[in-house]
């Protein structure tokens, strides 16, 4: 599926974490290598973390209500506890309290942070038993997960998924390579939808992807250097033996010296819109020791 000569960025790859506990070291060293983390864990191994959480209903905020109608009681402890890792993870990115965020909601449902980290971008999947979360500091990003078993050739017309160059090279295939071929563009498109800010709204078909000649993923006709839009990242990873993971993430340029000074010396901040309206907020930028966050230690210097 994916070339021989690629060797994936290991900074890519998801992160396990088993419980509030963490270790959430790797989520920030990720934030400041790469600019962004994705983390992944089950919902059983945070059950009885967050049943017995004395904090579950401040933690949760303003999603208590809708956690509280949630039925039946599986599905509201999913709930929670796909929560409680939004939270997490961004305290980790962010290296501020657990109880110092506030989660919203972005148009197509995606959570958005308030509070302290109005500048991080964050996106939810989860499937099955799997929980994954994307972080990122420096642009949107978005995650799916998707079960390897999954037979998206029954699910989803190749006309509605796939673009004309797509179902040209899915018809060469033998059928079991067509089908993984499939949930891999199915994972991919979903995570650069939700990275856009508008899920599957429109037709899937309408953009498609490729290899570049190094074997990276790449959106299929576009420039492979970025422009001024900024430069994106594609991954697919299989998790557990049972799912499959992609994500998307688009770095935004760097602004010029005069620019960050503007931003900083008046503070502005940017507003809670669609994910791709988003500009690079202060913590972006400026070096400064944040708050310890629970599982981090020391607090962390950015650049």
Known sequence: MVPARYTPDPLDGPLHIAGPEGPWDEVGDRLD???????CTTWGQWLAAVLLDPALRPLLGSDWPRYRQTAP????????????????SAAAALNVPVDSLELGYEPDGQPLVRGAGEDLEVSLAHTGELIVVGVSRTGPIGVDAQPADRDVSFDVPPGRLCTAEERAALAALPEGERRARLLWLWTLKEAYAKALGHGLRRRASAFGFD??????????????????????T?????????????AAHRRRPALPAAARKAQVDTGSRS?????????????????????????????????
Request: proline letters at 8%; a positive charge.
């Open 234 to 246: 594609f991954t697919t990873h299989p998790v557990q033996g049972r799912y499959l993971v992609g």
């Open 33 to 39: 290598d790469a600019g962004r983390a994705v983390v």
């Open 73 to 88: 009681a599986a599905g509201r402890m999913r709930f929670a506890i796909s929560r409680f890792v939004v939270k997490h």
């Open 271 to 303: 507003a809670a819109a669609p994910l791709e309206e988003r500009g690079p907020g202060p913590a972006d930028r400026l070096g400064f020791l944040r708050p310890v966050t629970s599982g981090r230690g020391e607090g962390r210097r950015t650049p």
């Open 211 to 232: 290899h570049d000649d190094r074997g990276r993923v790449v959106l299929a006709g576009a420039p492979q250097e970025g422009d001024a839009a900024g430069v994106w």
